[in-house]
């Protein structure tokens, strides 16, 4: 370039970036372009005086021209004093003042027909500026007054309220093929718009939302119309719905993430969409994985053959809550009816697994932003048998002889209710979520085959229990889970940040049942539990695996665990992380040995661990490495279970996802 095309070019980018500093509050920026020669061509360099930064010295709203005073308690603290003078904040002020207008039923008025009038004279001496905010009027003609400042004549923004709705142009009583292939309840539920009702905006937004989660529903288009009566405005919709296929057919990879075992599972799935015109689904799975106690911890053959699992499922799932109609409950909680039956079968290193399972749940949203979740299962029928077991294993149970080791690996029926209740929230000073989860069953089972059941051989002589067939008992048991996660949010930029998870849970079984099944029991340690041990190496209580014992190591019927994980974004994707973990599992009951119990062994059998992490993120799914110390060992003998009066002891844990 020649130098005065240098010059000229120089001179452009100082203006440009000038102008851009101006915009955001700095009136009196200067700024000097200058070329520096370097070895490999010439460089331009552009010198900056910001000066101070203006400031918002006072906010007045003129609204009542525009029939929108109702709305001046909602400007108090859209411009604070001291906010920056930055088109960017006045653009965001003007958006969010108009979305207050919507909200209040105003469908007339936007963001563009907010005028912002700066006095920058007066207090200039401060650096600061006067703002007067006027909104201007509907326009009569707004295909011709399209700018407000140049409107010919205005009019105040009247109130709009709900109008007309039609679906592909007919009224809900049409018929179903007519008004998108979904039954006219259904419309009339998930199109929640009702004449005669302000129209604040949401209502709208938050029926396309339902509508799109609706299976079958592929794309929804919203033609709006209004519709003037002189002092009030109604606000007409007409819905159209564009479904997909009717059929779908999927390969995924998850990750199975429960109290016993995880992994990687190919999941194939045949779906019917818009099962019997609901906007449900019907569908046939297949699931097969490597999913273990602890994955990856061995390599070898027989690990790796010993740890599958493979499901075959139907399950049907339609909108609302059979039988009761969809008109009981309000849109927003979108209630879900689902009917499952199904085979798992898991293959551990010790004996394979079979559960069969029938179930029907219910699952609608709570809360005011819909961010609680209760879900009821009110039967669940499941009949879980054990084979294959090794030689080793029986001999095992053989030397034990103990009822309490015996009934975790007992065939049994389970005939059973649960209920789920979750919340989750997030405000400026903290995040997170907590759950309840209750489970019981065999008690209406057992008091029904008592009473309907002559043959006294139908029953253990020794428990009580209703025997279904040879060796196989109706188990009654209960079990309850509290979990807790928080996310404190500090003040100001870090680059560690907390998560607290806090989980409790009790277990118990009934007078026809000796001990808690293995699915239902409470486990320790692992990848996901406290990480100074392996899975089930520690507990339960004061409990030593190496010490003859009549319990099943690492199971309980009580379980606390308590823990403090700070988390950094080390190198994206790259995560660091420092944790402690604290607890351990417990048993209950007049069998249960004492070394086993709360009551007995108290704060002493409560297990501390401490360690550092490292996380990949590979966006779809977080690999995780987690190395745990042992920092309080109950297993050991007193005057060697703190860390510096016995050796260190660990664990390292290769997991998938988040421990929390």
Known sequence: MTREERDLVGEEQAAALRN?????????????SRWVAKPRGDHLILDVVPGARWTVASATWHLADAGLGDLHPETVGLLPLGAPFSNNFLREVQSEFAQKAARRGHATFHSGLIVIQADTVTAAEHHQVHLVLVAKGRPINPEVDEKPETATTASKHPVTWQGKVTFHGLDDSGTQQAIGGLRPEVWRHVVDWRPGVLHGGNALTSSIQRLQRLSSVRHVAVEQSLR?????????????VQHGAPYDLSLELDLVRNNVRYGPRIHLDLAALNARSRGGRRSVEVGFGYVAAEP???FGRDAWLNSAEWSLHWNAERLGTWPLPLKRFKAVSEPRTRFDVGVDREIWPEFTRTQVQSDVSYDLKTGRSNSGRVECVPLKVSYVNLTNRSIAFLEWLDEEASPLVAGRFINHLNVGSSMLWSQSWNNSRLSGS???????????GQTLAKRFTQDPEQFDPETGAWMVREGVPLVQHQRHLVQVHLVPKLKGPRQWNPHVRVQGGWAGVGANTVSLPLEHSFLSGGANGIRGWRLRELGPGNLNPSDANLVVNGLGDVQFMASLEWRSSWNSPWDLAWFVDAGNVWLRGDNAPSVTTWDETRWESVAVGSGVGVRYDFEVVVLRLDAGLRVHDP?????KRWLGQRPGRGALHLGVGMPF
């Open 20 to 32: 851009r500093m101006i915009l955001e509050g700095w009136l009196r920026a200067q700024v000097q």
């Open 635 to 639: 297993v050991q003998v007193a005057g």
């Open 228 to 240: 003037d009566e002189g002092d009030s405005l109604h606000m007409d919709v007409d819905v159209q």
């Open 296 to 298: 990856f911890s061995s």
């Open 434 to 444: 907590v759950s309840l989860q209750s489970s019981w069953g065999g008690w209406l």
